[in-house]
């Protein structure tokens, strides 16, 4: 059993490794607090071929990244857009904690 675990290696294609280096990169370079990296988001072009797309998913996944392929960039392509956990499209609003609470009073009562 031992040995099974030695020889069970993962094995990347090139562009594996180019999409995972870039990856790794980008996790490594990224605070950890979800406040931190509301705007942080990777982009690849969109011209992977389908084994290199089930990678992309299978390494979101397991690294629990977002990724998004419906999105469009300035000259109208599809790019691949790489989001760390807890990314926030809008900045958290100011609000007043009696608000968040629901125990504030309306003034038209």
Known sequence: MELARMRAKLVLTRPQRDIFDQVQQFVLQNPRKPSQHRTAALTMPDTFPARERKFISTL?????????????????????????????????????????????NSESE
């Open 60 to 104: 979101a996944e397991e690294l629990h990244l977002s990724v998004t392929w419906n999105e469009y960039d300035e000259e109208d392509q599809n790019p691949v857009t790489w989001r760390l956990p807890g990314f926030l499209d809008e900045p958290l609003a100011e609000t007043d904690p009696e608000q968040a609470n629901g125990d504030s």
